[in-house]
């Protein structure tokens, strides 16, 4: 109980989400023409369209107004030069109902958003800002609130250092509290520091707490896959197709699932597997939120395989592979699970005779249930061989002990029993080592391969 406190406490309101309630945005994308800061796979057209995508996901936010305006180097303090910041600045002011513009950029600083929090009037957002918040507003369990929670230090530490640079300004430079010889800044960072290492702590005490369901799991040995994704892609749907299960209600929004969820289904051989809701990827994810959120990805390590599910008809297909790619990369992932993965490609049914360019590549619409059963087949061939077991029809002896033998060391599929001479055919999914076994203690047994 005590512990849920720390970690309740821990978890407290974010001084750093915006304002509940809602926010009118215009969203402002800086357009780098040419040059080396020039994006190579993409144009800023497709960049505000992922970042109103971005927006629409957030409860109560609306996006009044997109912007493109251009700018030689966005790194610099204003992002814009002074004519363009001067005309982006005139077109915020004519817009009455706007609460708030996120600008399109990974970081800003918090004097940079102080100043143009000033020159506009309304609140500042940058991309890391609103990726925090959408992550926010979808985080269910414990583990992802934390990760959350230590996404936001650094943000709180440079806010910190603004704070303190305006005090110093309004009181000529006194820093110390109440003349106790501490500054303000000193209190304020060792707290933020025993805060993070707090967080360290109870993260991964949970992560050795999943260790060990990840160990019983394992000896019930029912098959995982995980099922990944650039966001939005149809990976819900996908699993709802392919368990049958009504409970989950996919949403057409980034991010819907943030945690990672496991339901089970059946192969074509009736073999159990456990399928597993990834987090969805996104492109140029800022830097600290991919460290925060590829813990709960470290799952992924563990399946016995990864399906990779596209949306074929999203223009920036081939750049999202890429991005979904680089990232299971870092994750460290043994060798095998990046070679046997599957590569899905949903919504097929958007686009009038798709073919797959990509050879072992599988059309699917997850909606409309087309091509799962090839790609149950697939599934199931990879999970046989991942983890070393097959599938044959054993002929047994209802006198002896193998049907009970089978039952207890293999997965029995079906036994179909020939009364004229007490004999079943039993079909069984079974390890390689203990099938050698059962060779040992019955070598007169007959068996069948499919």
């Known amino acids: 109980e005590e512990e849920d406190e720390d970690v309740e406490e821990l978890l407290g309101p974010s001084p750093l989400g915006p304002v509940p309630g809602a926010q009118r945005v215009a969203v402002v994308q800086p357009a780098v023409r040419w040059g080396p800061k020039k994006p190579q796979l993409t144009t800023a057209e497709l960049q505000i369209a992922e970042a109103v995508a971005l927006i629409d996901t957030l409860p109560n936010w609306t996006v009044l107004d997109k912007i493109i305006i251009p700018t030689k180097n966005p790194d610099k303090k204003f992002v814009f030069g002074k004519g363009n910041f001067d005309v982006l600045t005139e077109k915020i002011k004519k817009m009455p109902h706007v609460t708030a513009v996120f600008l399109n950029v990974e970081r800003i600083s918090s004097i940079t958003k102080k100043e143009l929090e000033d020159a506009w009037g309304v609140k500042v957002f940058d991309r890391y800002t609103v990726v925090l918040h959408i992550f926010r507003c979808n985080a269910r369990t414990k583990e992802a609130k934390l990760q959350i929670a230590l996404a936001e230090i650094p943000l709180l530490r440079s806010n910190l250092k603004n704070e303190v640079s305006q005090l110093d300004q309004q009181r000529g430079g006194s820093r110390y509290i109440m003349g106790s010889g501490k500054t303000f800044m000193e209190t304020q960072n060792r707290l933020l520091k025993e805060k993070e290492l707090k967080i360290r702590h109870v993260l991964e005490k949970l992560r050795r707490k999943r260790s060990l369901l990840r160990t019983q799991r394992r000896k019930r040995e029912f098959p995982v896959i995980s099922v990944m994704g650039y966001t939005n892609c149809g990976k819900t749907t996908l699993i709802k197709a392919l368990t049958g299960e009504a409970g989950l209600q996919p949403r057409d929004q ?28 996104l492109s140029d ?18 399946s016995d395989l990864i399906v990779h599910v596209r949306d074929i008809t999203h223009p920036e297909t081939v750049l999202q592979k890429a991005s979904v790619l680089s990232v299971l990369k870092n994750l460290n992932l ?23 360019t990509e050879e072992n590549a599988l059309a699917i619409s997850a909606l409309h249930g087309h091509g799962l059963e090839e790609l149950k087949e697939e599934i199931e061939k990879k999970i046989l061989k991942a983890t070393g077991k097959k599938i044959l029809t054993i002929k047994v002896n209802l006198q002896g002990p193998q049907l009970s033998w089978l039952y207890k060391e293999a997965t029995v599929q079906e036994v179909e029993v020939m009364p004229e001479d007490g004999t079943a055919m039993v079909t069984v999914i079974i390890s390689n080592s203990a099938f050698g076994k059962y060779r040992n203690l019955f070598p007169s047994s007959t068996f069948f391969i499919p």
């Open 254 to 281: 980034l991010f819907a699932t943030l945690d990672i969820t496991a339901h089970a289904g059946y192969l074509p051989s009736h073999m159990a597997v456990i399928y597993v809701d990834t987090i969805g990827f």
């Open 285 to 302: 994810l800022p830097h600290n939120l991919v460290e925060s959120f590829s813990a709960t990805l470290e799952e992924v390590a563990y």
């Open 334 to 356: 043994p060798s095998h699970l990046l070679e046997s993965m599957v590569e899905v490609h949903n919504k097929v049914d958007l686009i009038e005779r798709y073919e797959p």
